[in-house]
């Protein structure tokens, strides 16, 4: 394959390589502490023995799914210390494959953080490394500066609309549902790009990788029968389930399958399986904090850390549909939303063993009015530039307008735009129309006027308003039934109201 070029120092001939690895060892083992370097050892003797059945280490691919966060950083150095490590003492050099997903929801930051990584590591003009860029379907050498696909950009704005007027703007569903099936979409392709992959590297557990795979085959047993998945076992299976999972989600979300659903990808080696690192070290930034800083230089921008995550912007968009709703629906104010969301928030960070310091950093962000008029301003250029979603197509998503026949039309044009009130039965003629009938007359300004209210096409509203069969929101539960990220807060869904339990769900 072609690698990334840049930095293009000249070819490197063998023994100037084995210098350059010998280097980056030599760095990346003083940056680990004691047990961590007794970790490397161990790892590579573990992952020698998993790799014989394989045809050994020298013939070997193993994949590593790097998403920019402080995290995966930790784990592509820890891997490629154990890469040199094994090479070194064995004189054998597997071929480290990392690919990296991008979503629209991944700022210019991330990429700048994964490019320090790759130039720290020697990683770039180095034969034993595949560095992988994924938009979509779309494979190519990792570059910092290649510019998004916009084709993955329209399909993660649809996705956001569509799943969040479904949920009345619940967070996990919708930002991470669509983005989780293309994380798995992404593996699948990079497992089985060019001549495949034969280990993937994980920090889950044991126990985790099978509560997941049983969650996941389950997931895939209710949403729809796949004849293939019996043939399958281990994680191609898993990747099958996914795939059930995935075309059945597109037809709930976007009302039926279109080429822009690629499901996930899981033609991959039969013999693929997962190599956990769990066992070995623990990847949390609080052990690493100078190899992450220093050597790697990784840098925890203001966008792209958000809360638990910190390869991605989405979740400070959370917590401002939160303050949205609050303002727009519940009739209370923005920062009663905010005090709700950033209060989840941190303690899933505790949950999750955040570093004092960034909980604390983290806290400082969103303290106190103007702090958070700051954040507001930043959220509102983020959601404009990576979604083209403006201000008013925010709010409109927090009432959820269309869905249910329009059960919320009604008190949205009453509170968010009163100029149309007197014209609602003729929008909801417009919205109960079949969602490919043309627009002629009258009606052209009307729909219109929706479009840009809401950031729907008027086929995609159409959809949304006769969508109210029962249950058709039930796949949407059920992928949140299991997730570890919500809780049942105590709100008022009015100024003066009781206080009511709310599931709240979040990153």
Known sequence: MTRHPSPAPPTSSPSSLQDRHADVLRELLDHLAPQDRQAVRLAADRLGAALRPHGGVRDSTVLVGYGGGKDSSYTVAFVRAVQLFAARRDGTLFTLRSATNRHAGMPRAVMENIDRTYRALGMYDDPSCELLLLDGGRIRPFRHD??????????NRADILMTGHRTAAQARPTFCNACNLSMANSFGLAAAHGRGADLIVTGDSREE????????????????????????????????????????????????????????????????????????????????????????????????????????????????????????????SYDDGMDEYVSFALRLMRRKDFPQRLIDRMAERYAGTPARAAVRDAVERFAAEAYDLTPQHLVCLVHAPFTARGQRLSAFLRAEHPELAAAEPALRALLAAPADEPVTGPDLELAASLEEISGLTLPQARRLYADDRPGSGALVNRILEDDPHKELISTRHSADGPTVHELLSGR
């Open 146 to 155: 290649l510019p998004a696909d916009p084709a993955v950009t329209a399909r």
């Open 209 to 332: 990788q099978r509560d997941y795979a049983v969650w996941i085959n389950r997931l895939g047993r209710q949403v729809g029968h796949d004849p293939r998945a019996r043939r399958r076992t281990g994680f191609p299976r898993v990747l099958g389930a996914l795939d059930t999972v995935s075309r059945a989600y597109a037809r709930t979300i976007h009302g039926e399958a279109t080429p822009e659903d690629p499901g996930v990808h899981a033609d991959v080696p039969a013999d693929l399986s997962f190599f956990s690192i769990f066992e070995d070290t623990p990847y949390d930034s609080g052990s690493h904090w100078e190899l992450l800083t220093e050597f790697l230089g990784f840098r925890f921008d203001d966008l792209a850390f958000s809360f638990t995550e910190s390869d991605c912007a989405n979740p400070a968009l959370m917590a401002h549909l939160r303050g949205l709703t609050c303002e727009h629906v519940y009739g209370r």
